[in-house]
């Protein structure tokens, strides 16, 4: 951490140019991760994009165990339980 506090431009533009996270450590035991901000940003797509694919899987999931219902049954239902006029 301390190569990287004395010279932080340096380390910039080296993590501009790979695109690559650097891992600060204190006494060899790592510490933190500095990471461009665009390859952060396509890190955090990379996990929206995962949780999406998980919740369709766990839908079709849902749906091959008949665990889903019509939408205005479940409406109806949400309406009744929560004394919801018409």
């Given at each position: 951490?301390?190569?990287?506090?004395?010279?932080?431009?340096?380390?910039?533009?080296?993590?501009?140019?790979?695109?690559?996270?650097?891992?600060?450590?204190?006494?060899?035991k790592a510490?933190?991760?500095v990471q461009?901000?665009?390859?952060?940003?396509?890190?955090?797509?990379?996990?929206?994009?995962?949780?999406?694919?998980?919740?369709?899987?766990?839908?079709?999931?849902?749906?091959?165990?008949?665990?889903?219902?019509?939408?205005?049954?479940?409406?109806?239902?949400?309406?009744?339980?929560?004394?919801?006029?018409?």
């Open positions: 951490m301390t190569t990287f506090r004395r010279n932080p431009g340096k380390f910039m533009k080296h993590l501009k140019k790979t695109k690559k996270p650097l891992v600060l450590t204190i006494n060899g510490e933190a991760v461009d901000a665009e390859a952060y940003q396509r890190l955090l797509d990379i996990a929206a994009q995962a949780d999406a694919l998980e919740g369709i899987r766990q839908g079709i999931e849902d749906i091959k165990k008949g665990r889903m219902r019509p939408a205005r049954e479940a409406l109806e239902m949400f309406r009744r339980n929560h004394a919801i006029p018409r």
